[in-house]
């Protein structure tokens, strides 16, 4: 008889390496450690995600006139089913893989449009020295303004393969992935920053100024009552209250 066995949670990691290298192996640590977790490690390198164009119809027109026909829908799908997505990227040169960028570069229309407010996410970057703390602040950043709770980040250094940098690496993933799923059974979302804010804003009103060009994004706030395109009259009260408060709080530096 087929039993189905219902899993905690599902996460996936979406792993930017060319390979199946040190990034892999500790992405595949963590599924082995959590049997529980529906856990699956989706490798850039192995599917079909073409490079962008930069023709810029994903931004103006919609995501789905993308000219380019390959595996990134299936990529959004697995997004949206998870409950948490890791992005891992060794560290190349100080910053993320070319794979990763092009990712992030494939997905970019996701700025001017976030979606992803329920779903949350861990940034991973491997590096052998130098560059995984400046890496992971880009990816966090990025995935950010996708609309990712960023809730967790891991910073690793593989060089040797040495029995104690073995265990370095599983106790500080292990603490790390518990405070992930932590997180995610607790609900706990970030509290978005002032440039957040100024920068979803800053979309949101140029979707309106300029409805031809930014047809997508207009339609997106136009039809998503959770983001309304005018604001209440006591959102306006409390912008101008804030407003001269800043004012105020500057002079007070300035003068
Ligand atoms: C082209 C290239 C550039 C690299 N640049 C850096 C770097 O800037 N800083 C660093 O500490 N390690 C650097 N490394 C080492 C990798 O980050 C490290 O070996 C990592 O564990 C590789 O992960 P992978 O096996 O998943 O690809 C580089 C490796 C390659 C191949």
Do not use: W
């Amino acid at each position: 008889m087929y039993v189905k066995i219902m899993k905690e949670m599902k996460i996936l990691a979406i792993c930017g390496s060319p390979k199946r290298g040190n990034t892999y192996s500790v992405l595949n640590m963590i599924k082995e450690n959590y049997p529980n977790i529906d856990f699956k490690i989706l490798m850039l390198n192995e599917i079909n995600l073409k490079q962008c164009k930069g023709c810029y119809t994903c931004i103006s027109k919609s995501e789905q006139y993308c000219p380019l026909k390959d595996d990134r829908d299936m990529i959004i799908n697995e997004i949206l089913e998870a409950d948490g997505v890791i992005f891992a990227s060794p560290v190349y040169v100080n910053q993320v893989t070319s794979l990763m960028k092009n990712f992030m570069e494939r997905f970019g229309y996701e700025a001017h449009r976030p979606r992803y407010y329920d779903k949350y996410a861990m940034v991973m970057a491997v590096c052998a020295m130098f560059g995984a703390k400046e890496t992971n602040e880009f990816m966090k950043g990025i995935f950010g303004t996708f609309g990712f709770n960023v809730v967790s980040s891991l910073e690793l250094e593989i060089a040797l393969n040495s029995e104690k940098e073995k265990k370095y690496v599983h106790e500080k993933t292990m603490k790390e992935f518990n405070n992930f799923i932590t997180s995610i059974k607790n609900k706990q979302k970030n509290t978005p920053t002032m440039g957040d804010l100024v920068r979803f804003n800053i979309f949101k009103s140029i979707s309106k100024l300029n409805k031809e060009y930014f047809e997508a994004d207009y339609q997106y706030y136009k039809e998503n009552p959770r983001f309304p395109l005018e604001a209440s009259d006591s959102d306006k009260k409390e912008a101008k209250k804030t407003a001269s408060n800043m004012i105020n709080e500057f002079m007070k530096v300035r003068l």
